[in-house]
């Protein structure tokens, strides 16, 4: 099943370092089959308070994702993003295309 990175980054300090992370994050994302589905772009605000841009990286699986983060190539450029930024990273699964809202009900309790 797709597995995704997500991010919402805020506080982005745009120079050097983050013009070199954007250079180089394509090449660690291609050897596990990640590609970005949204990076950042114009919003439309419709509810609450959102701060910050959303990037989503897909990938076949999660197994991908975690070894694609876990990567020496993605670990070298982290800092890179880290230093200059604020956010939240998660690793999440999609749903089916059958997948419906009420699917949710029968998972167990966290």
Known sequence: MTSYAVALLRHVGMGPDIVAYLEAIDATLAPFGGRFVIHGGDKEHLEGAWEGDLIVIGFPDRAAARRW??????????PLRSRNSQGDVILIDGVGSDHRATDILSRPAM
Do not use: G, N, V
């Open 69 to 78: 983060y876990a990567s020496p190539a993605y670990q070298a450029i982290l």
